[in-house]
């Protein structure tokens, strides 16, 4: 069997704390069914104190879960508790509730705009400009090209200069993703080029683009005294971006930079429907997808006509004509 990573290890230990702590040195083959269903109603009250949220609670129960699935097949336990696959079986009304969330997860284009300004040192407060944290000059690219290529804040982390080709006409990106190593071929708008341009002069192919005022790359991992990753990850855009948000759209906004990537996949699905899988880049899971390849001249066109909807053009970009076979 092939080892998890460290860092999921500790994220399994981390999820099963309270289920440890609540049943202390009990043999996990006397749990029963009524144990665990007394576990759940304790658990769902740190919901109700709002100590953790009810995303967290969703990812212990699947924890524990996992647990005694793994104890059964190991040969650890004989049974598994009756009610066991219950833990993460969703309500409708969650379900209904947490689409509702999705859904109420997309920026506007005003709203887009006004982050997008508000990293302008021109248009800034004077009592923001000297912050260490703001990464004022990062953030405008970061932003634009979440939304141009549907990049994470891993994808941006792991950008090279040799995923960009300024010289191709339009320029393009063209990378593999990051987690799912989908092969990923995006125009460039213009914005993007000229704010790309700066960051990449002077640097080498395999040179990231962007990185930290320190120089570290965007999100780090962090290790031991032996080099060995404990599993703690740093996640400065993300964090960056969660305080811009705030301070520009107020206090009580919750959205998140994965939110542009979000945003930027359904303005592409309402406009050519299907399309939105082709911008983020996801796993194929139909089979007609090993045989056929993305239009992309199709999705250059809707690449141009979400630069316009956004904002960051006045008009559509020319693409060149296609050559006649």
């Not at 099963?16 to 007394?38: I, K, M, P, Y």
């Not at 320190?214 to 999100?219: A, K, N, S, T």
């Not at 703690?232 to 107020?250: E, H, I, N, P, Q």
Request: aromatic share 6%; glycine share 6%; hydrophobic share 35%.
């Amino acid at each position: 069997m092939q080892s998890a990573p460290l860092g999921r290890v500790q994220n399994l230990k981390n999820r099963l704390q309270h289920f440890v702590d609540h049943f202390g040195n009990e043999l996990l083959s006397r749990v029963t069914a009524n144990d665990l269903n007394r576990w759940v109603k304790k658990s769902a009250k740190r919901v109700e104190k709002g100590e953790i949220a009810p995303a967290t609670l969703r990812q212990d129960h699947l924890a524990v879960k996992q647990l005694f699935k793994y104890a059964y097949e190991e040969e650890i336990i004989n049974s598994i508790p009756r009610n066991l696959d219950k833990l993460t079986k969703r309500s409708k009304r969650s379900a209904k509730a947490s689409t509702r969330t999705r859904r109420d997860k997309h920026f506007a284009k005003q709203e887009i705009q006004l982050l997008y300004q508000s990293c302008d040192t021109d248009h800034m407060d004077s009592k923001w400009l000297n912050r260490g944290d703001t990464h004022i000059q990062m953030m405008q690219l970061a932003i634009v090209l979440a939304l141009n290529t549907g990049m994470t804040q891993e994808d941006l982390s792991d950008l090279t200069v040799g995923d960009i080709y300024l010289n191709k006409r339009p320029a393009r990106c063209i990378r593999q993703r990051t987690k799912t190593l989908v092969d990923a071929n995006h125009l460039l708008w213009r914005e993007s080029v000229r704010l790309l341009k700066p960051h990449m002069t002077g640097k080498k192919m395999n040179d990231l683009i962007l990185l930290r005022k320190d120089g570290r790359p965007l999100i780090t991992q962090s290790t031991n005294n032996r080099g060995v990753l404990t599993g703690g990850r740093s996640d400065v855009l993300g964090a960056c971006f969660t305080r811009l948000v705030k301070r520009v759209l107020g206090k009580d906004e919750d959205k998140r930079f994965r939110d542009l990537r979000r945003t930027g996949a359904n303005m592409c699905g309402q406009r050519f429907p299907g399309m939105d899988e082709t911008y983020l880049a996801h796993a194929e899971r139909k089979a007609a997808s090993y045989y056929a390849l993305p239009a992309q001249r199709q999705f250059d066109t809707m690449l141009t006509c979400l630069e316009k909807d956004l904002g960051f053009s006045k008009d559509l970009m020319k693409l060149p004509k296609q050559r006649k076979k």
